[in-house]
């Protein structure tokens, strides 16, 4: 079992940067996918950033904006956001699995309690 903590979510005008972080328990944090999920009010869950052993990937809609990162000493993966648009409110999820695959299908098996992420205009 891997417990998932996320932190560091609030209110930010536009044009503004937030980090969230999330913690993890586990001795084998650094063997897992690490992703980043967000979900706006009325829709559903949606891939936001992941990063597994040797890369990172983003959706589309955040590129250049965001970046994943990790701290495998501390069990932590944080997601930098910078830029901020009214768009990007939403409540983001991390998430845990072995498999980048499944990671990035939205079918992780770990997920945290979720951070409320709110962009102004």
């Known amino acids: 079992q891997v417990q998932l903590v996320e932190s560091g979510g609030g209110s930010v005008q536009a044009g503004g940067s937030l980090r969230l972080s999330c913690a993890a328990s586990?001795?084998?944090?650094?063997?897992?996918?690490m992703g980043w999920f967000r979900q706006a009010p009325g829709k559903e869950r949606m891939f936001v950033a992941l990063?597994?052993?040797?890369?990172?990937e983003y959706a589309d809609s955040v590129k250049g904006r965001f970046t994943i990162s990790r701290d495998n000493a501390k069990n932590t993966v944080y997601l930098q956001m910078n830029s901020l648009k009214p768009d990007d409110t939403a409540v983001y999820y991390c998430?845990?699995?072995?498999?980048?695959?499944?990671?990035?299908?939205?079918?992780?098996?770990?997920w945290g309690q979720g951070t409320q992420v709110t962009v102004s205009s």
């Open positions: 990063a597994s052993t040797h890369y990172a």
């Open positions: 586990g001795r084998t944090f650094s063997s897992y996918v």
């Open positions: 998430a845990a699995d072995l498999s980048t695959i499944r990671t990035r299908g939205n079918e992780a098996a770990y």
